[in-house]
């Protein structure tokens, strides 16, 4: 409840405090007995009488104390008291003798007052009423009692919150795809001259953070046009129909404010594919919202200058019917970045972040394969809040080298180790390290840490100097024999195993399922695809047979023991080697790619593959 409500709430109280103490006053006679009160009459302390039926009310001339025989006594001025049934009759001349004031009021009938009926007939209405309008506000996001079925799109104006093509870095061929919406909003009757029309919809499909949302901003600034934003979800509410009715409002407005650009974030949440799940009674809110949706795109010209965007990371869940010439007949896809866009990316991110000498995005960008724009902004800004910390002027290499560490593995943890579980974490790192020196095809080695992070109490990183699109039998073995570096080189030096390679082995598994399963790197089962379909299960897929999954089976153990064995021969042939890294590494806690090298007296990997 924000706080204005609990100050309108405490108002509401003292007002009705106040209206209670004016319609019903607090009555402060103190009731004495019949005898009390005769007596006072006969002493001519009484000054007025008001009678109702037999409760007689009034005031003393002086205050007496009663009762007289208590212990304690209080002063009364105003009494109250009950004649009796078998009282003499002679009060009224005892009242008339003594020059007493005597008044009445007539006996209360139990009928309430007028105004009583009004408020106990129509204040539980209003009370109501009055919750339900509430009530619909809050849903409705306080927009009133009837707007449910109104569209909750956030609107941009052209010139506020502008963004532009110049802000998205990248995704240069998402761009370059986004560049003809842009000149049809600008310059529509170019295109209408010769009859063509743009699409309807335009489809985004990415993975999460990868800039999808900002590049839909970016066409709308870009053409300086009306934006519609809104997230899928926001169509659905729990009273059927509500959905539909907003989209039917969300498309009027923007024919209202053409040209102008709707866009949907996260389409997936209504445009699943019907039909493919269980629907309570006869109508699903969903599915009417996503009826309306494809009604609405169908009953529109893209000539009136209203295009819609859409944005998922799910397009394989999405209705056929959606997907259609004349619905979102275009799909751009959004890649992750490559390492020049990554770089591109990072400058946009540190245009106001004052950076050291030493700092070089290149060198960053090529550190973070894999990171989208949402990524990439958050390594910049955990970065930036170290070099804060450490209460430096500018942000410096270790600072991004640090904020890397914590993204990819979480905040360091203040673990006490016992001299024994150190060095053997130690050992089980450098065992990843040596291995990456040394193993044809390796990723190079660029960092190894034993400081704990988030669950792993070392870790070693191994970066591609470029982004890999295709991934061959020889890299894939080694990232394997890699992985079980850790492994063999705990049973190297101690002659058992521990529970600490669990991620490793998991990894291992993996990789060796895909070579099999999916890319056909197994003599025995030859180039097939055996892998299950990853589209949620819209398309029925053929489980492998009991022999074939055996066999998979067999195909995994020994791709995985061949790597392993190798890994335990190159560390058995390279034990000083090892020795001499973790002995480095237990002094440091953290080696960067020159100290490794330094410590080992071996080649990089580039320089090996150069040579």
Known sequence: MPPRWWVIFLVMLM?????????????NFVDVSYTFFTGEVAAGN?????????VIQGSFKKAVNYPAAAPTTRDVTRFSTVRPAFATSNLEQLLEDHAVIINARPLDTGQPAWWENLIYGLGPTLLLVGGFIWLSQRVSGGAGAFSLGQSRAKRYQAGTERVTFDDVAGIEDAKGELVEVVDFLQHPQKYQRLGGTVPKGVLLVGVPGAGKTLLARAVAGQAGVPFFSLSASEFIEMIVGVGAARVRDLFKQAREAAPAIIFIDELDAIGRARGGGVSLGGHDEREQTLNQILT??????SRQGVIVLAATNRAEVLDPALLRPGRFDRRVIVHPPDRLGRSAILKVHTKHVPLAADVDLDLIAAETPGLVGADL??????????AARKERDQVQRDDFAEALEKISLGPARHVLLNPVERQRTAYHESGHALLGLLVPGSDPVRRVTIVPRGMSLGATYQLPTDDRTNYSELYLRARIIGAL????AEKLVYGMVTSGAESDLQQVSDIARQMVVRWGMSDKLGPMSLAASDDAGLRPTQSPSEGTAELIDLEMRGIVEGCYTEALRLLSAHRHQLDALASALLQAESLDEQDILRATGLQSRAQLDAG
């Open 377 to 386: 902004r958050n390594l910049v800004n955990e970065a930036a809040l170290l």
């Open 15 to 27: 007002a009705n405090w106040f209206l209670m103490r004016a319609f019903y006053p607090v009555p």
């Open 296 to 301: 609405e795109m169908d009953g529109f010209d």
């Open 46 to 54: 009484v000054a007025e009488v008001i009678s109702q039926g037999d």
């Open 485 to 488: 570096g850790g492994r063999a």
